[in-house]
């Protein structure tokens, strides 16, 4: 009888201790310590961050109900929803759900009364909205402590931290006269923006920039596009929200619209991103998230294609989607155009790149009789060349050129011409594909290439 009391007696001191042991402390992006169980059997996800996370750690059987907005990967999507975003999720049907574990987004878009109704019910709640690579670096370490998944988490962090390292390596020594000036548009506006405390500025700099915006006096201010006229952009990139597509991710066809709606703002004509055709879509999306690397790496691209030859954002979006989701990337496109319009100054809309449909587009052009021409090589050698000959009376949609193997002498030629239209204040459009031929006895016979160079290498008026 002694030796049972004292056993109970000793069960009974010990269960702070193991209690203790199964929770742990987080500390979130909001930099609130919060006392979390360890290994929980059930999580509502209302943060599109921290489900990524969670499903690439290989525990997305723990999560029993998401918001709208955590679809990505879509096969989350076949978890209960309650509610469009973290701001308007029901409440009373997380209570009733009881989980372990809230993860909501941070400050204002998960309110205060919410949390605190949801730990009167002893539910602890995390924050993270991960709109910046060290916050989503945190997050993954934390998510791993919490799954018991550190291992996992620390392989994934370290593929992030690389690429973020590699940025800021050959960025930070960049002059500020060889950064070119960039007006962000920020969710889905023209007319709003960011200062030097925003995500949207911290993007732009590390990415070698400078952001026009920065010195104004509000954190995302609303702009009048005669200021943005006078402070003439060398780059302008948009910000295209989820209401502005129909589906999960937008279409090419739907950035290409807004891409064309800002060119066309009045005055814009005269601004240089305009001139160059160095305006940018992005998908919101991709400004979280284990995508928030894939979109530094596009930023930082598009600023300096140089600088960044090595590095396809593309390829490391497909990787991250095929490691972590299981899935393809085929018919994803977040971002338009995918590839740098790559031109200097005095070369305004003469030179460009097609993205991943083989699409490219001049803008901006005076009406005249244009030779436009397009070539590109395989791995340095076999440089394929086309060429077509326009009369520009109106826009024209449909242009397609088609490749075809080349000498030396005449892809040297095509090398040397460039079209010097420097004083040209036209305003029609050049659009086309370029084409050339697939892989032997591979149907079909000619593809659209990605990442061939297109010049305007003649001109003459009607």
Request: charged fraction near 25%.
């Amino acid at each position: 009888m002694r030796v049972k009391a004292y056993l109970i007696i000793l069960a009974l001191l010990l269960a702070p201790a193991f209690s203790e042991e199964q929770n742990i402390s987080i500390t979130d992006e909001d930099g609130r310590n919060v006392i979390v169980p360890a290994s929980p059997k059930s999580i509502v996800c209302l943060s599109p961050g921290a489900a990524e996370a969670i499903y690439s750690l290989g525990r997305s059987d723990l999560i029993v109900a998401i918001t709208d907005d955590c679809d990505m990967p879509p096969a989350l999507l076949k978890k209960e929803r309650i509610g469009k975003s973290s701001r308007n999720a029901d409440l009373e049907r997380i209570i009733e759900l009881n989980p372990d574990l809230v993860i909501a987004k941070t400050g204002g878009l998960f309110p205060e009364d919410d949390e605190q109704r949801l730990m009167d019910y002893g539910i602890p709640v995390l924050r993270y909205r991960l709109l910046h690579i060290d916050a989503l670096i945190q997050m993954i370490g934390d998510m791993g402590r919490i799954l018991g998944e550190e291992e996992k988490a620390s392989s994934m962090a370290d593929q992030i931290s690389g690429y973020y390292d590699l940025i800021l390596n050959r960025t930070e020594t960049i002059a500020d006269e060889d950064r070119p000036s960039v007006y962000f548009m920020s969710m889905g506006h023209f007319d709003w923006t960011g200062n030097r405390k925003s995500t949207g500025h911290t993007r732009i700099t590390e990415a070698g920039g400078r952001n026009i915006a920065a010195n104004l006096e509000t954190t995302v201010p609303h702009v009048d596009m005669e200021w943005v006229i006078e402070q003439n952009p060398k780059i302008i990139i948009y910000s295209m929200s989820k209401e502005q597509y129909n589906a999960t991710t937008p279409t090419i066809e739907e950035m290409e619209a807004k891409r064309d709606e800002i060119m066309s703002l009045p005055g814009f004509e005269s601004i240089d991103a305009v001139k160059t055709g160095r305006i940018y879509i992005t998908d919101i999306k991709m400004a979280s998230g284990l995508s928030e690397m894939v979109t530094m790496l596009y930023y930082a691209k598009w600023l300096h294609p140089d600088l960044f030859r090595d590095i396809d954002p593309r390829e490391v979006h497909e990787e991250l989607l095929k490691k972590y989701f299981d899935m393809d990337i085929d018919g994803i496109y977040q971002v338009y155009p995918d590839a740098p319009v790559d031109k200097e100054d005095g070369e305004d809309a003469l030179r460009t790149i097609t993205d991943a449909n083989g699409s490219f587009a001049f803008s901006n052009l005076p009406a005249g009789t244009y030779t436009v021409t397009a070539s590109r090589s395989v791995m340095g050698i076999y440089p394929y060349l086309g060429n077509a000959t326009i009369q520009l009376r109106e826009d024209l949609e449909d242009l397609e050129i088609r490749l075809k193997s080349s000498d030396e002498n005449e892809l040297a030629k095509f090398n040397e011409a460039i079209l010097d239209l420097p004083d040209a204040d036209g305003n029609m459009n050049i659009k086309g594909t370029v084409y050339g031929p697939n892989q032997p006895g591979a149907k079909p016979s000619t593809i659209p290439y990605e990442d061939a160079e297109v010049k305007l290498t003649e001109y003459s008026t009607i």
